[in-house]
């Protein structure tokens, strides 16, 4: 079964860094899955933020983030981290990741964000930015 544990959230105030983690198992880099960090933050819907493919090198990013946060994975570990940079009070959210596995149909990761068919999902990891 596929698994993932996301980790690293915690207080930082505006303009600081922080790097969250997302540890899988179930499968490798070496498989063809798409890989992506949401974002739900209070009262709001739930939003794509980044994401990454196992089988290309493109990585996508929403337009609130471009710039500052960079997606990028570690294939000896299993990991795929979210480097949020000259983070802002709006980025305060529980930030989760989720995994869909391509079938014979390859489109980019992100648009099985906008298609909303990420099918596997973490436990959410918090993050609270202080203005």
């Known amino acids: 079964d596929v698994q993932l544990q996301a980790s690293g959230g915690g207080l930082v105030q505006a303009g600081g860094s922080l790097r969250l983690s997302c540890a899988f198992s179930?499968?490798?880099?070496?498989?063809?899955?798409?890989i992506a960090w949401f974002r739900q933050a209070p009262g709001k819907e739930r939003e794509g933020v980044s994401c990454?493919?196992?089988?290309?090198?493109?990585?996508y990013y929403a337009d609130s983030v471009k710039g500052r946060f960079t997606i990028f994975s570690d294939i000896a570990k299993s990991t795929v981290y979210l480097q949020m940079k000259s983070v802002q009070p709006e980025d305060t959210a529980v930030y989760y990741c989720?995994?869909?596995?391509?079938?014979?149909?390859?489109?980019?990761?992100?648009?099985?964000?906008?298609?909303?068919?990420?099918?596997?999902w973490g436990q959410g990891t918090l993050v609270t930015v202080s203005s």
């Open positions: 989720a995994v869909r596995k391509y079938g014979r149909y390859v489109p980019s990761c992100w648009e099985f964000v906008e298609e909303d068919r990420y099918n596997t």
């Open positions: 179930g499968f490798t880099f070496d498989d063809s899955y798409a």
């Open positions: 990454l493919s196992t089988n290309v090198a493109n990585t």
